[in-house]
């Protein structure tokens, strides 16, 4: 029997994609950068009015989470959906809170991951893949002297909001890194029958 899917889940594949959200889990620093993202940018009360509108297992889940926590795939989708229907900007924010997320986690929490170049960080990117999920794989590709490409195989769990967090927080880990000018293209993507998520990096 196929799993239930949900209301996003029925809508997103009406437009030709879709997302599996059940059986994996993120590390909390996730959950936190994005609600420090909310905090920030729009302050305490509005983060409060964000999780009060979702389930409250849910709720729950986010408002307890630590940076060493494991929090459910589902709920940070769940979370990231309301921030997107509450502050808009569709697939920018989500780019956005992607940006926000290394920045603030590869500065601090994870900042011993930090290298001496790009190819060198997004090499060791499959080591660093498994801190912050439990499920799938990152595979490194270099392409040119400033470009690769990164694919994230064998993930059970997969959505249209992951994917555009994922390019900001490549954008971001680039430019961390000494890149100008960076693109990220997502040339293959799970969420419209793609086997795998397939990231093109190309900086300056």
Known sequence: ML?????????????GTFETLAGGRVKGVMVRAHMDWVRQYHGEEALGRVLRGLPPPIWHELDTAVATTWCSFDSLIAFDAALQERFGRGRNLMIELGRYSAFRNLSVTYRFFRRSGVHDFFRRSSVLHSQFQDFGRVEYQRLGTASCEL??????????????????YYQQAAVMHGAAS???????????????????????
């Open 3 to 15: 799993p239930r899917m949900t209301d996003t889940a029925s809508i997103l594949q009406h437009r």
């Open 151 to 168: 694919r994230h195989v064998a993930a059970r769990c997969f959505s249209p909001l992951y994917c555009a967090s994922a390019i900001g």
């Open 182 to 204: 960076v693109t990220i293209e997502e040339v293959l993507c799970q969420c419209t029958g793609g086997e795998a998520c397939v990231f093109l990096v190309q900086w300056e």
